[in-house]
């Protein structure tokens, strides 16, 4: 039978959650520290290593599922030295370096930082290099909390292009059983990314949080971790400061360290202007600046660079507050079927004379250069960052009205772009029928769920997988088709 929690119940049971104690803290998953370090789900205020250095997380790195330490590429400042770029590795605790044979192994030599648990009496015993950095003391939820999260919060890594086994019996399903099913697996998204926005709002307040969220989606795939940085450096909350678009364009680019290099004599007027603006404030921002390699651009598209990036975001930010545009948009009582027009036309960048004919602020003029960001983008932040936030508060503030009609907006949403992982998640549970194609932004998320929460813990041939069993079990049985889907849950984020 197909209840209204029957997928959050599926996910529960497919991801049992080992029991744990503070008390005990050798039976604490090592993966649950590897997934905290890579979502940087810490209060990172209060990050420092055994031996008293402030650690500042410019970039976690890129989870490395080969052998050699944990994260690649990540990029650290140590009490606000310049930063240095290497490796991560966590371990439970501090002996695992030497048990492991880490400091004998060459491939080690790049590790900046070790990551445990805790580190009692480290910094008596343990050599000065690689620092150790303890995590008991500094998450941003208590572990038996945030231990469910860290549980399911596997990569998103599919199984090669093949049909799952659950394609046959999810195809001989009704398709209003198919929506019903599809609508929790999105609703179960939304609650996730609304908790996730709530913890961070309780260590920095919930405007810094939504800023944080909107630089890193803005950021995209391979820019996420250095534009949050950049929020962070400028403690945006985006209620305070009544600067000019351009008065904060100097800030963003500056503290993003795009205003560092180049020959001053040959820069376009436009840099010279924002160089004469920066001078004067650059002093107030020592140490905090980002180094080149902090940013990914060589697999950008021109249309994606970062600099243009935080361009829409002065604009944003020397606009109306984006949280009094947001809460002022879901209680405007307008039909939900043409939520996205609105809140696209009250933020959709405007037009900018450079760069309007400019990728970047050292390319030459073009007469091709497409918008600094379109629909498509926009319906992405939508989803992950401001719905999700609009839930989060409501969900805090105990009003369940309010909710409904963020999750209404939610599932009416158009759909967005498609991608190589939306392909495949469709390869995946609908083989070549036309089951379940993406209609609404919301059928985009949850197949990415669905395939978050069982395909990815799958192989190619799903034999560890309980997906399939499910859905056969529910084509075995009468279920009674409902035109619309189950309300949703209200409780607040934990």
């Given at each position: 039978?197909?209840?209204?929690?029957?997928?959050?119940l599926?996910?529960r049971?497919?991801?049992?959650?080992?029991?744990?104690?503070?008390?005990?803290?050798?039976?604490?998953?090592?993966?649950?520290?590897?997934?905290?370090?890579?979502?940087?789900?810490?209060?990172r205020?209060?990050?420092?290593?055994?031996?008293?250095?402030?650690?500042?997380v410019?970039?976690?790195?890129?989870?490395?599922?080969?052998?050699?330490?944990?994260?690649?590429d990540?990029?650290?400042?140590?009490?606000?030295?310049?930063?240095?770029?290497?490796?991560?590795?966590?371990?439970?605790?501090?002996a695992?370096w030497?048990?492991?044979?880490?400091?004998?192994?060459?491939?080690?030599?790049?590790?900046?930082?070790?990551?445990?648990?805790?580190?009692p009496?480290?910094?008596?015993?343990?050599?000065?290099?690689?620092?150790?950095?303890?995590?008991?003391?500094?998450?941003?939820?208590?572990?038996?909390?945030?231990?469910?999260?860290?549980?399911?919060?596997?990569?998103?890594?599919?199984?090669?292009?093949?049909?799952?086994?659950c394609?046959?019996?999810?195809?001989?399903l009704?398709?209003?059983?198919?929506?019903?099913?599809?609508?929790?697996?999105?609703?179960?998204?939304l609650?996730?990314?609304?908790?996730?926005?709530a913890?961070?709002?309780?260590?920095?307040?919930?405007?810094?949080?939504?800023?944080?969220?909107?630089?890193?989606?803005?950021g995209?795939?391979h820019?996420?971790?250095?534009?949050?940085?950049?929020?962070?450096?400028?403690?945006?909350?985006?209620?305070?400061?009544?600067?000019?678009?351009?008065?904060?364009?100097?800030?963003?680019?500056?503290?993003?360290?795009?205003?560092?290099?180049?020959?001053?004599?040959?820069?376009?007027?436009?840099?010279?202007e924002?160089?004469?603006?920066?001078?004067?404030?650059?002093?107030?921002?020592?140490?905090?600046?980002?180094?080149?390699?902090?940013?990914h651009?060589?697999?950008t598209?021109?249309?994606?660079?970062?600099?243009?990036?935080l361009?829409?975001?002065?604009?944003?930010?020397?606009?109306r507050?984006?949280?009094?545009?947001?809460?002022?948009?879901?209680?405007?009582?307008?039909?939900a079927?043409?939520?996205?027009?609105?809140?696209w036309?009250?933020?959709?960048?405007?037009?900018?004379?450079?760069?309007?004919?400019?990728?970047t602020?050292?390319?030459?003029?073009?007469?091709?250069?497409?918008?600094?960001?379109?629909?498509?983008?926009f319906?992405?932040?939508?989803?992950?960052?401001f719905?999700?936030?609009?839930?989060?508060?409501?969900?805090?503030?105990?009003?369940?009205a309010l909710?409904?009609?963020?999750?209404?907006r939610?599932?009416?949403w158009?759909?967005?772009?498609?991608?190589?992982?939306?392909?495949?998640?469709?390869?995946r549970?609908?083989?070549?029928?036309?089951?379940?194609?993406?209609?609404?932004?919301?059928?985009?998320?949850?197949?990415?769920?669905?395939?978050?929460?069982?395909?990815?813990?799958?192989?190619?041939?799903?034999?560890?997988?309980?997906?399939?069993?499910?859905?056969?079990?529910?084509?075995?049985?009468?279920?009674?088709e409902?035109?619309?889907?189950?309300?949703?849950?209200?409780?607040?984020?934990?």
């Open positions: 039978m197909l209840y209204a929690d029957s997928y959050l599926w996910r049971e497919h991801h049992a959650t080992p029991n744990f104690s503070e008390s005990a803290p050798g039976r604490l998953p090592e993966r649950w520290l590897q997934q905290a370090w890579r979502h940087q789900r810490l209060d205020s209060r990050l420092r290593t055994a031996d008293g250095r402030r650690v500042r410019l970039h976690p790195g890129f989870w490395n599922r080969s052998s050699g330490p944990d994260f690649l990540a990029i650290l400042s140590l009490d606000g030295a310049p930063a240095i770029r290497g490796a991560i590795e966590v371990d439970l605790d501090t695992g030497r048990q492991h044979g880490h400091d004998r192994n060459p491939a080690f030599r790049d590790v900046i930082l070790r990551v445990v648990w805790s580190a009496g480290a910094a008596a015993t343990e050599p000065p290099s690689p620092p150790v950095l303890a995590l008991e003391n500094a998450l941003d939820t208590p572990l038996p909390t945030l231990g469910p999260w860290l549980e399911e919060e596997a990569p998103l890594l599919l199984p090669q292009l093949l049909t799952g086994r394609s046959g019996p999810l195809a001989a009704p398709p209003t059983v198919v929506s019903r099913i599809l609508g929790q697996a999105a609703d179960v998204r609650r996730r990314k609304s908790e996730e926005l913890a961070r709002a309780g260590v920095v307040g919930w405007n810094r949080a939504l800023w944080e969220g909107v630089l890193a989606a803005l995209y795939r820019n996420h971790w250095p534009m949050r940085r950049v929020a962070e450096v400028l403690d945006i909350d985006g209620s305070s400061r009544s600067w000019s678009a351009l008065e904060w364009e100097v800030r963003l680019l500056g503290v993003g360290g795009f205003l560092e290099v180049g020959n001053r004599r040959r820069e376009s007027e436009r840099v010279r924002l160089w004469h603006l920066w001078w004067r404030i650059r002093d107030t921002f020592h140490g905090e600046l980002l180094p080149g390699f902090a940013w651009s060589g697999r598209r021109p249309l994606n660079h970062p600099e243009r990036r361009i829409v975001a002065a604009q944003w930010l020397a606009s507050p984006l949280a009094d545009i947001l809460l002022s948009w879901i209680a405007d009582g307008e039909p079927r043409s939520c996205d027009s609105r809140l036309e009250s933020l959709k960048p405007v037009p900018d004379g450079f760069w309007d004919r400019h990728w602020l050292r390319t030459a003029e073009n007469g091709n250069v497409g918008p600094l960001l379109g629909r498509p983008r319906t992405d932040i939508a989803m992950n960052i719905l999700p936030w609009l839930h989060a508060q409501a969900a805090a503030s105990g009003r369940p909710c409904s009609i963020v999750r209404e939610y599932h009416r158009p759909k967005g772009e498609d991608n190589a992982v939306l392909r495949l998640a469709r390869q549970l609908a083989g070549n029928g036309p089951t379940i194609g993406p209609k609404t932004a919301a059928t985009q998320q949850a197949l990415l769920q669905i395939a978050r929460d069982f395909c990815g813990h799958s192989d190619a041939l799903c034999r560890s997988c309980r997906f399939p069993g499910i859905v056969r079990r529910l084509a075995e049985t009468s279920i009674p409902e035109p619309s889907l189950p309300p949703a849950r209200t409780d607040g984020p934990h």
